[in-house]
């Protein structure tokens, strides 16, 4: 059986170099992959990803990925970005 870290691993390697991993099509692989118990179903629905493996994610991408909560997505740092780890 995976790890939380095992999975986040699998996610920052799928994480493509000039444009967007989106969350809804990584939790449907993740399902695939590892299994339904390292996502859910939001309140509207939709699949998520559990909250220990986006920690380790976060961990392994401290300052070379961003989240675009528009595009519910993640992307490669670009050299204009705000600091932090959330963009518009």
């Known amino acids: 059986m995976a790890t939380a ?3 986040a691993d699998w996610i920052r390697t799928q994480l493509p170099e000039k444009s967007l991993l989106y ?9 695939q992959q590892f299994g339904e118990e390292f996502t859910y179903r939001n309140k509207n629905g939709n699949w998520g ?3 220990d493996v986006l920690d ?3 961990k392994l991408t ?4 961003v989240w675009s ?3 519910q997505a993640w992307r490669r740092r670009r050299p ?5 780890r959330m963009i518009r």
């Open 56 to 58: 380790e994610f976060r």
């Open 23 to 31: 969350q809804d099509r990584v939790a449907r692989n993740i399902r």
């Open 69 to 71: 909560r528009s595009e």
């Open 5 to 7: 870290k095992e999975v």
């Open 62 to 65: 401290p300052t070379d990925v």
């Open 80 to 84: 204009n970005d705000p600091p932090g």
């Open 49 to 51: 990803i559990r909250k």
